[in-house]
């Protein structure tokens, strides 16, 4: 018997959490202290990573990424249109042009096909970045990016806001963690509440470049630095500078001491979401309802399940008639009136508009139950054989 709604996502906080929260209110440090290293020496180690800059969000994560690639107003920049405007705003905070680039049909992440058109017809260095976004979850081949990269002249800001635990197998049979940035200079991530790590609001951005990591932490702090080697001048012990104009992107002690609990739980997580999307498609096979196409090379991550059909919105509106709340992730963010202003129109995408007429996520959390996702199950099998 299912009585109370069931959301799309949801957060998952356990005593431990609380536990580890309280201890940390309790200390001497409610920010800018201990708390925060050692989140990101964890976060780093899990992900392979030399460096993590923990921040405020996800967005400043973004935004300091580009900050550090010293992206300036009228360079260009490539990312997908099927994702958060985030992954575009971080970027047009710092003057870019955002350039869509289409979605591939089968994974529903930037097409790489589509990209090196793109970059063919142009001089080389005409772009700047370009920003893979992990969809959903799924981890993007940043190892064929590179390589592009490496030939146009771009750095690679992977978006994995998404799929923190995800993870795949490269060219060499090499298995990578997405953020051990590999092949990517910085990888950006999120600590919403209904992502894989919930600290509140918080994000954070792992690299394994000293220069990128020195203006992350830079800027993560107004631009500030105590360091005596770094500074101009040292008046005494009190003294620090104020070297760039950086912003107050910082996260809290207890936001981390947060993140250090969920941290633990991220493998079961994974596991957990892997297992709920198996038995989706289970469910799903022989019907009308299009379900996700996973390469056999990645570990996908399920921040999102995603399904395609026709009758999107009848299905979403019957759906929430069940107390069932399942979402439409994302409209495309080339639609939007902010972006419209710079020339962008419906018709530009075709794929991701295609995309965005027949998605719907389904709830995907680690803590639905085997009921819950009956519940689910049976109400949209129940839809289309109507």
Same mark, same amino acid.
């Given at each position: ?19 580890? $929260? ?106 700047k970045a370009v920003v893979p976004v992990d969809f959903a979850g799924y981890p993007f081949d940043v190892e064929r ?165 026709d009758k999107r919105k009848e299905l979403y509106d019957y759906l929430r008639t069940q107390g069932i709340y399942a ?56 839809? $289309?054989?109507?």
């Open positions: 018997m299912i009585t109370k709604p069931i959301s799309y996502g949801r957060q998952y906080i356990t005593d431990e959490d609380i536990a580890a $929260v309280v201890e940390t209110l309790k200390s001497d440090y409610l920010t800018q202290g201990p708390k925060i290293k050692e989140f990101e020496d964890k976060f780093a180690t899990y992900c392979g990573a030399k460096y993590d800059v923990l921040v405020s969000n996800g967005t400043a994560g973004l935004h300091l990424a580009a900050m550090a690639l010293d992206i300036q107003p009228g360079d260009k920049i490539i990312t997908t249109p099927i994702t958060f405007v985030a992954s575009a705003n971080g970027f047009r905070y710092c003057g870019a042009e955002v350039i869509f680039c289409d979605i591939n049909k089968d994974n529903f992440l930037l097409d790489l096909d589509k990209l090196e058109e793109m970059l063919k017809v142009v001089p080389k260095g005409t772009y990016l590179r390589t592009l990269a490496d030939e146009y002249r771009f750095a690679i800001v992977e978006d994995a806001c998404h799929a923190p635990g995800g993870s795949y197998t490269d060219s060499k049979g090499v298995k990578h963690m997405v953020g051990d940035c590999a092949y990517a200079d910085m990888t950006v991530f999120s600590y919403h509440p209904v992502k894989h790590i919930a600290t509140g609001e918080g994000g954070s951005v792992t690299t394994n470049r000293d220069d990128l990591y020195e203006k992350l932490s830079l800027y993560r702090t107004h631009g500030i630095t105590k360091d005596s080697v770094k500074m101009e001048k040292v008046d005494g012990g009190w003294y620090y500078e104020m070297q760039e104009l950086g912003y107050n992107y910082r996260i809290t002690d207890f936001q981390a001491a947060l993140g250090i609990s969920q941290l633990k739980r991220l493998g079961w997580s994974i596991e957990r979401r892997q297992a709920i999307a198996h038995r989706y498609n289970e469910a799903f096979a022989g019907t009308c309802i299009t379900t996700p196409k996973v390469s056999s090379c990645v570990s996908h991550a399920y921040h999102l399940y995603v399904i395609q059909l979402q439409v992730l994302y409209v495309p963010a080339h639609t939007m009136p902010y972006y419209r202003q710079f020339g962008w129109k419906q018709g530009d995408m075709p794929v991701a508009e295609n995309y965005y007429a027949h998605c719907l996520a389904l709830p995907m959390f680690p803590t639905l139950t085997d009921e819950e996702q009956e519940f689910v199950i049976s109400k949209v099998i129940e839809f $289309v054989l109507k």
